[in-house]
């Protein structure tokens, strides 16, 4: 298994969760990491990405401002911090492993895909 996600759950509005993936280290070093989401019935959804380095992240508008990711290169995980959330924001959320350093929102530049992890939001 190269990335393993964790961390959702069942949380009401307005509150916080925060995801994590572990990835192998091959898979993990010298790439970005991505964040995203998609619920029955609809395309798959980006939602943040990280470079190699972490000096570059990128969010959808919808998350911006609320949503955080970050990375931890010495343990080969990234990380989604997810405060203020919203009933909207409920779905599966997946990460994705990079094709190169850049991180982009695009899911054609990740070759790699973890499995879901369920976020529910309702009070």
């Known amino acids: 298994v190269q990335l393993q996600a964790s961390g959702g759950g069942l949380v009401q509005p307005g509150g916080s969760l925060r995801l994590s993936c572990a990835a192998s280290?091959?898979?993990?070093?010298?790439?970005?990491m991505g964040w995203f989401r998609r619920t029955p019935g609809k395309e798959r959804e980006f939602v943040a990405a990280?470079?190699?380095?972490?000096?570059?992240?990128y969010y959808a508008d919808s998350v911006k401002g609320r949503f955080t990711i970050s990375r931890d290169n010495a343990n080969d995980t990234v990380y989604l911090q997810m405060n203020s959330l919203k009933p909207e924001d409920t779905t599966v959320y997946y990460c994705?492993?990079?094709?190169?350093?850049?991180?982009?929102?695009?899911?054609?530049?990740?070759?790699?895909w973890g499995q879901g992890t369920l976020v529910t939001v309702s009070s």
């Open positions: 994705a492993g990079g094709r190169r350093p850049i991180a982009s929102d695009a899911p054609d530049e990740y070759a790699y």
């Open positions: 280290r091959r898979m993990f070093r010298n790439n970005a």
């Open positions: 990280i470079s190699w380095t972490g000096a570059s992240t």
